[in-house]
């Protein structure tokens, strides 16, 4: 039974936008394994708090996810 841990930064994704990339990896599952690898695969999605991670030793904020995701030049 595959298990697929995502994690993401908090108060980025919407709910819905969760959902959505979990019935997406699922669906790979699907079409690389097959068909009855549907009802075992479990995706976890996991809010990070944000400045909890780091990238060169540097915080990554959720303010500065949403500037890079709407194309801004980001302090992430």
């Not at 595959?2 to 599952?29: C, W």
């Not at 394994?33 to 944000?50: E, F, L, N």
């Not at 400045?51 to 500065?64: H, K, L």
């Amino acid at each position: 039974m595959p298990i697929v841990d995502v994690k993401v930064m908090e108060d980025v994704l919407s709910s819905e936008q969760k959902q959505a990339l979990a019935k997406g990896i699922t669906d790979v599952f699907v079409d690389v394994i097959g068909g009855p690898v549907r009802p075992v695969t479990w995706v976890v999605i996991q809010d990070v708090a944000s400045g909890q991670w780091t990238m060169g030793g540097d915080p990554v904020t959720t303010e500065g996810v949403q500037e890079l995701l709407r194309g801004e030049p980001a302090k992430v």
